[in-house]
């Protein structure tokens, strides 16, 4: 039955014969991140009660990774002396040859009816090999049974990573476990942990008592009501103080159960700015010597490097990594300006304005971190006046600055906002807990290319990798931490392991499905996929016809609507494939499972309006930075989205006032202008919106307005239709809009619809 052999199966003819199954059988196994390379074949290994254990002296201490074994029982680990003496039967851990054509950082794994083999030349690439098989341990409907496979594996970035802020809210140590123990499942190899910012301060420091007897506790537990009440420190023990901190004994606890899994922790201490925690306990490191005044540490004052220096002292003696993160971003250079020995030290050092003070800190800390043999990782605004030369970058603002670097000749990790910031929304924000502003689902997550366009391919080298962003001030419990990182932690593994071209988002989404067992044996409360419905109305102007797609993140079919205006029920139509319209319609969609509606009911209309491809005229002109389809935007039978930047909602920063021409006088029965509210992109609804019409072009008549109580302080997005409908048809030939800004924000709107 075998069909072929592929030439990464050469170095296994000593192994038992394989037999290649057909391409279907692979859906047997459902690993993320996907391997390189997965070939199924004939049979199974079933674990033995006792399964005996073997493994190289190189991979003598990483092969108690398999005591983590949800399910089997290893025999005490044997040591294998030659590649002529490895037994027979059991999991066998080998050291790679050359003849096995094997990367430094690759796997091989074997799996037939005598047992495993994991090969590999590296620790690292053999505890990847490791955590596949503790992987399929939880997916798979018998942990106990593996089928026979080969995977040859390895990761395209060397740098896999995911960020924890626990400034903002204290987790305890037990979470922080279960948290590395999650990421090693999924691939990644660096745990980022923000240990100090305004919030509070998370680490023993032996030196400075201060720091965790009270820069550690604070007037309230969760960071939004804090902010919002005086943002106060309490000393440890007082009735009111919330908060925590690490000792050091327990940071390298962390540190070593983490590097058994293959996980390095990189520490960060934020520096000159966000230190406002240590300023009210230590004020005089700030520029006035008084607590509750400043945010940033005074770089004129020696002692404030003598503190950083002894910090990171005992930091680098707790954390063995290459990296320490200094942070650098957000600095509030205010206090630096009426500052005497800020300006003195400009003076001194001939820097040409206060704000060379930032790069003055970073290079004197950087070359304190190399003088121990250390690198600085820091925030993108570290590149502020050029950042020292060997400075690493993390590109969190957008992917510019990581375009930028890179091209500086700077390494840099991606890790942008916009679809790495694990803070802000999933899903609608009608449905989800409070979070930062913004929107990235799954989906974007796993859309993520993390070499930018326009980087010169001999530049590409320096994106060491990727990192996705925890920022938690919007998440006060471990389950909302959670709630917000998984399963888009998934996704991320994979962007970050795999190569665009071996990457698709059904196959992802299809494989995940039994990462969700995975998920629940581990008691995570992971954001589960909606039942939301999602339609897209595209609109053909040259068929003059619609074609609508509905959607939702479940794997299952599900769908049933209607297309005209009634609310879908168990008897309605179940969507199976895109369906065509050449007339206007009301689509209504939704859930169901075994016959009961399970999700809202999603609507959208699929307009054929009279108005599309008319002349347009703009009495005021949109805003550069949300041109959607310029001058064709509001005429072209195209709605917008949920989100601002999908390219089809045209922004205003003034009123909006827009006049159709219709060449001729035309019965006019209704007009209809939609306009989003997106508080992430400033943008909020209308005051009035009210509809003219003409007959020349010059003298307008009112057909109607409405009002509404526009507010900025609306934290939420949504999608209003301004609809106008007439008492017997109207005649015009020219139709003009104008919706008043009372905001001082954005107006979004995507079609004038008039019928």
Request: charged share 20%; glycine share 8%; with cysteine.
């Amino acid at each position: 039955m075998a069909q072929r052999v592929s030439p990464l199966l050469l170095g296994l003819l000593a192994l038992p014969l394989l037999l290649v199954v057909p391409a279907y059988a692979q859906s047997q196994v459902s690993i993320i991140p996907k391997p390189t390379v997965v070939e199924m074949h004939e049979g199974a290994y079933v674990f033995p009660s006792a399964t005996p254990l073997a493994a190289f002296d190189t991979f003598m201490d990483v092969a108690g990774l398999l005591y983590d074994h949800p399910v089997v029982n290893f025999m005490e680990v044997e040591r294998i002396k030659s590649h002529k003496r490895i037994p027979e039967s059991g999991v066998r851990l080998v050291k790679a040859r050359d003849e096995d054509r094997l990367a430094n950082d690759a796997y091989r794994l074997v799996v037939d009816t005598s047992g495993i083999v994991i090969t590999a030349h590296q620790e690292p690439a053999m505890i990847n090999g490791i955590l596949t098989v503790l992987q399929l341990a939880y997916t798979q409907a018998d942990g106990r049974r593996l089928p026979a496979m080969v995977i040859e594996d390895k990761p395209r970035f060397g740098y896999r990573g995911l960020h924890l802020d626990v400034s903002k809210h204290f987790y305890p140590m037990s979470f922080l476990k279960k948290f590395i123990d999650l990421m090693a499942l999924y691939k990644f190899n660096t745990f980022h942990w923000h240990l100090a910012d305004g919030a509070g301060w998370r680490l023993e420091i032996n030196k400075y008592p201060k720091l965790t007897q009270q820069a550690a506790w604070r007037t309230h537990p969760v960071w939004k009501e804090w902010m919002q009440n005086g943002q106060r420190y309490l000393p440890m023990g007082q009735p009111n103080a919330s908060g925590g901190y690490y000792t050091q004994a327990e940071a390298r606890q962390l540190v070593a159960y983490a590097a058994r899994k293959g996980i390095t922790i990189i520490p960060e201490i934020e520096m000159p700015g966000h230190s406002e925690e240590v300023l009210a306990v230590y004020p005089e490191l700030s520029c006035t010597g008084k607590p509750y005044r400043h945010h940033t540490f005074c770089v004129g004052n020696e002692a404030t490097f003598t503190f950083l220096e002894d910090v990171l002292t005992e930091v680098m003696a707790i954390f063995p990594s290459e990296y320490i993160h200094i942070g650098g971003d957000e600095v509030d250079k205010t206090a630096w300006a009426t500052c005497d020995k800020c300006n003195a030290r400009v003076e001194q050092l001939a820097l040409d304005s206060i704000d060379a003070l930032q790069r003055y800190a970073v290079s004197r800390i950087d070359s304190f971190l190399r003088t121990h043999g250390r690198k600085s990782l820091g925030w993108d605004e570290t590149m502020a006046g050029g950042a020292p030369p060997g400075t690493t970058i993390m590109s969190r603002h957008g992917e510019a600055t990581g375009l930028n670097a890179a091209t500086a000749g700077y390494d840099v990790i991606m890790t942008p906002d916009t679809y790495l910031g694990f803070d802000q929304y999933q899903s609608d924000p009608r449905t989800q807990p409070e979070a930062a502003q913004g929107d990235i689902p799954l989906s974007a997550v796993y859309a993520y290319e993390p070499i930018p366009a326009g980087l010169a391919a001999d530049k590409v080298k320096h994106i060491l990798g990727v990192q996705g962003n925890i920022w938690t001030g919007y998440m006060p419990t471990t389950e909302q931490v959670e709630y917000m990182t998984f399963p888009r932690a998934l996704a991320l593994s994979e962007v970050v392991w795999s190569g665009p071209e071996g990457r698709n988002w059904d196959d992802f989404n299809k494989r995940l499905q039994r990462h969700y067992q995975l998920l629940q044996r581990w008691d995570v409360n992971y954001c589960r996929p909606s039942y939301a419905v999602g339609i897209d109305v595209d609109f053909n102007a040259d068929t003059l016809t619609n074609t609508i797609t509905l959607a939702t993140v479940q794997s299952t079919p599900g769908i049933r609507y209607t297309t005209d205006g009634q609310e879908p029920d168990a008897g309605s139509a179940l969507y199976s494939k895109p369906i065509e319209l050449a007339v206007p319609a009301t689509i209504k969609a939704a859930f169901f499972v075994d016959s009961a509606r399970v999700g809202p009911i999603a609507a959208a209309k699929a307009d054929i309006h009279k108005a599309i491809g008319k002349n347009i005229t703009y009495q005021t002109a949109w805003d550069e930075s949300f041109p959607a389809q310029h001058d064709s935007t509001l005429l072209n039978g195209q709605k917008g989205g949920v989100l601002a930047n999908d390219g089809q909602w045209q922004g205003f920063v003034n009123n909006v006032d827009v006049t159709i021409d219709f060449q001729r006088r035309e019965a006019v029965k209704s007009v209809a202008i939609d306009f989003l509210q997106d508080p992430s992109a400033n943008g909020y609804l209308p005051g009035d919106v009210t509809v003219l019409l003409s007959d020349n072009g010059k003298n307008f008549r009112e057909a109607g307005t409405f009002s509404t109580e526009a507010s900025a302080t609306d934290t939420f997005r949504e999608i209003k239709t301004y609809a106008f409908n007439f008492e017997g048809a109207q005649t015009a030939r020219y139709v003009r809009v104008v919706a008043t800004n009372t905001q001082n924000a954005l107006l979004f709107t995507d079609e004038v619809v008039v019928y």
